[in-house]
């Protein structure tokens, strides 16, 4: 009697799942296409970038090496090809192409590069910092102090990656153009910083001994006359 009952409850179940296969099979089919499908096109999306990747390396790397042999002109044409590359190489190409501007001598269309970067929103803002302390040393053999203080001024913050750097490029650019005083607070602020590097805490006592050879001391005079 036991086995009777267990067929007909199987009867049951197997007519329930063939009305549910006839109202939902097409469905369930399809979302198994869709699966594989979107698995498929997803690996061949990665596949794709990581060609994409390999191919624009490779590009930069053949774009450098005719920056370091001089032939601006030709490491520029695949640096223009880089524009619409994936990851981060339209902008490395735009860095080695305003570089290489600035060692050929076109320092105007250099600055302007570098100036564009500094201003770009989508980048990284580390990058963004560098632009801008490139248009810096740039600058501060073409224009006054303000000009400089402009792009580089907002790096000199006391916990600015780029700040001792900065600040060199303001106490140099305050002297060049006659402003001792802002000169010599910004070699005060590089030499209390403990994290300014060596070689440019050398450079910048190299600047203040000609500042005190030529101006005199302010400070050993004024403690001088209390």
Sequence with gaps: MSDIFREVDEDIRQEKYRRLW????????????????????????LYWQETQSQTSGDMFFEAVQLSEAGK?????????QLDSATGGYPALARFRKATDLAN???????????DALAAE?????????VAALRAGYLVVDMEDYTSVADRVEGLTGDTGPFRAAARELLALSAWKNGDIETARQWIAAIEEDPETPVDLNRRVALLADVIRAKNGDTNADSEGNN
């Design 22 to 45: 006839d109202r939902f099979g097409l469905w369930i089919i399809g979302v198994a296409v869709l699966i594989v499908v979107g698995t498929g096109g997803y690996r061949g999306w």
């Design 72 to 80: 601006y002109d030709e490491a520029a044409t695949l640096y223009d």
């Design 104 to 114: 050929a001598g076109q320092t105007e269309e250099a600055l302007a590069e570098f």
């Design 121 to 129: 929103s989508g980048l990284m803002e580390g990058m963004k910092d």
